[in-house]
Structure formats: C-alpha cells, structure tokens
C-alpha cells in the first residue's frame, strides 16, 4: 500500500497541517487540513475515511469534503468510527449549526455521508485492506487502526498516550511493519502532555521497551514550534529505533 501523508503536524502554519493519511488514493484516515490540498478529482476518489477520534485536527476536514463532493458522487462516502465518535460528529459538527447535516443531504435515502460504526478489536474489509481498529489512551474515546495490504502490516496510533492496552494489542499481532505514533511535545511539557494525553520522547522511549516487535517508527503531531526540540531529544530517547519524524507530502510503501 502507498500511504501519502497529507498533514501530520499538532497544528497548523506554513507548510503545516493536520492529521491526513490518504491510502492508495481510496481510503483517508482522518480528515485534518490536510485533505484541503485534494483537488476535486482527488477527493472524489475517495471510497472510506476511517476517523480515530472526534477532536477537530482530524476531523475538520470532514466537512469540506462532504460538501464540496455534494452533488458529485453517485454513491455515498463511507465514514467508520466508533459509535462514540459517530454521536460526537452528529451532535457537534453535522447537527445543522456548525454544519449541514450530510447524513441526510440531499434526502435520508441518497446521502452524501453514510456513517459505519465499528468496533475495537473487529476487523473489517475497507477496499482491498483489511482494517482492525484498537483502543488508545486520549481524552475522548479514542481508536488507532492496524492497516493489513497482505504485503504488509501499518499501525498508525492517533493520538494516544501510555497505556498498557496499545502494548498488549501491538504484541498480540504476528507482524508489525511501520508504526506512526504521536509525540506532541518536548519533555519539559510532560505534564501539559499527561494532561492532553500525548507522548512526549522520554515517555515513548520508555514505553516502547514493552513492544516485543521492531517497527520502523514514524513520529507525528508534533505541537509547531517544538519539532527541532523534539527532534533534538529524540536522538537519546529513541536511540537503537529505525525512525523519522514525519512531514507533510512524505510517502509510506507498506
Ligand atoms: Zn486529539
Ligand atoms: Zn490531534
């Protein structure tokens, strides 16, 4: 699989923008400002987009892409998130306030968007891969996806932070290739990151001798402003790991 990062930056400024992963041009997981460098052509390739959790960075884009897509697409969008994260979409975002709802647009037989509850741990074909949702640790009901091509396995966390449950999921699959996981801040805002639940690169760097497999490690959502210091600590804190800190417009091949 090709995964193109459209935004993986823990906020936005020039060059920067939100979480988005577009995988082989079908599937996006989450809608960040990522998504607003799509052409519409681009955007109408997409079948499914797979959101990890309600907070704005990675759901914003969501919006745009219903409406400009309104009136394109002769089969809806599918949207596959926690039934959680579902209810906080329609109620906080498409509830005809902050957003039309497009759930119902343009009539509740022939919507634009189609929400898919999943559950964690439940895998699920979503075009020609296989997607298994697990829980994290974040301040609102949060998923990451585990990302099977056949040829290769991609977990991409969402924003998460220490927690014994992402461990103990990661040791129990048979192969993990590539792992993009959050550290949003240096080390001196360790507490800021508790609080927000975030990593930071001396918390990950300890938590990561509980991963019994060996990644190839892709580092996001750093918070604009800390990536040299991030970057600077993660040298000691992450020494012996394959990894990098992702920017926007790289390429994955999994
Ligand atoms: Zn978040
Ligand atoms: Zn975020």
Same mark, same amino acid.
């Given at each position: ?65 219903? %409406?400009?897509?309104? @009136?394109? *697409?002769? +089969? ?9 994260? /579902? !209810?906080? &979409? =329609? ?97 001196? %805002?360790?507490?800021? @990151?508790? *609080?927000? +639940? ?9 938590? /990561? !001798?509980? &991963? =019994? ?42």
């Amino acid at each position: 699989m090709r995964i193109k990062i459209l935004g993986c930056s823990g906020g936005v400024g020039p060059g920067l923008r939100t979480t988005s992963l577009l995988v082989d041009d079908a599937i996006l997981v989450d809608a960040g400002t990522g998504v607003g460098d799509l052409s519409l052509a681009q955007m109408s390739r997409i079948t499914d987009v797979l959101i990890t959790h309600s907070h704005l960075d990675h759901v914003c884009g969501l919006a745009f892409i219903a %409406d400009n897509l309104f @009136g394109l *697409l002769d +089969r809806p969008l599918r949207v596959h998130a926690t039934p959680e994260t /579902l !209810a906080a &979409l =329609r109620e906080h975002l498409f509830n005809w306030k902050l957003w039309p709802d497009f759930s119902a647009l343009p009539d509740a037989e022939h919507p634009i968007v189609v929400f898919h509850p999943l559950e964690p741990g439940q895998a699920r074909a979503v075009g020609a891969m296989t997607v298994t949702p697990f829980q994290v640790l974040h301040t609102v009901p949060a998923v990451g996806y585990l990302i099977d091509s056949g040829q290769g396995v991609f977990v991409f966390t969402g924003d998460t932070y220490a927690d014994d449950r992402l461990w103990n999921f990661l040791n129990g699959q048979p192969r993990l290739d590539r792992l993009m996981i959050d550290v949003a801040f240096p080390d001196e %805002d360790a507490e800021l @990151g508790r *609080l927000s +639940r975030h990593f930071t690169p001396g918390l990950l760097g300890q938590e /990561l !001798a509980k &991963l =019994r497999h060996r990644p190839k490690l892709y580092l996001t959502h750093h918070k604009p402003g800390t990536e040299r210091a991030i970057e600077q600590e993660c040298l000691t804190a992450l020494a012996g790991w394959d990894y990098s800190h992702l920017k926007r417009g790289d390429i994955i091949m999994s």
